[in-house]
């Protein structure tokens, strides 16, 4: 007997744990949470590849033709590779001036979306339709006495 009630406590326990979980992950903050992580992470590899391959090497390669390198991992000078230095400050540089223009424009749209809002005529309220329906039938039975 006492066994039973032992393993029906487990079982209701763990009943318990994963109804509490499903619900934990059934949130919504959750599941928007999970979906901006899972986003960000595609987008920051976007990021990283059109700076990588793309923005980094118009930049440098003058730079490298210049200073007689291949690879900007090449550049030191006794033993301090200042060449990979330079190519992660000019990266921090670049990715935040391209994520500045990717929210300035956000934010500029986003702005003109309120403009767009704020000059609809605004839709009357249930109550004034409510009234302006109810005058009106009055108009009608008043014709019709």
Request: aromatic content about 8%; charged content about 20%; proline content about 3%.
């Amino acid at each position: 007997m006492a066994n039973r009630q032992a393993r029906d406590r487990a079982v209701n326990s763990a009943g318990g744990f994963i109804r509490d979980f499903k619900e934990f992950l059934m949130r919504g903050n959750v599941v928007d949470l999970a979906v901006a992580v899972i986003i960000g992470g595609a987008f920051g590899a976007v990021i990283t590849s059109f700076i990588g391959d793309i923005i980094t090497p118009l930049l440098l390669n003058p730079a490298l033709q210049a200073a007689g390198a291949e690879d900007i991992a090449a550049l030191t000078f006794n033993g301090i590779k200042y060449g990979l230095f330079l190519a992660a400050v000019l990266n921090f540089v670049v990715i935040a001036f391209v994520l500045f223009l990717i929210i300035r424009a956000f934010e500029k749209f986003k702005r003109k979306q309120e403009v767009e809002e704020a000059e609809a005529p605004a839709e009357p309220s249930i109550e004034e339709k409510l009234n302006t329906t109810l005058i009106e039938l009055t108009a009608v039975m008043e014709r019709k006495l």
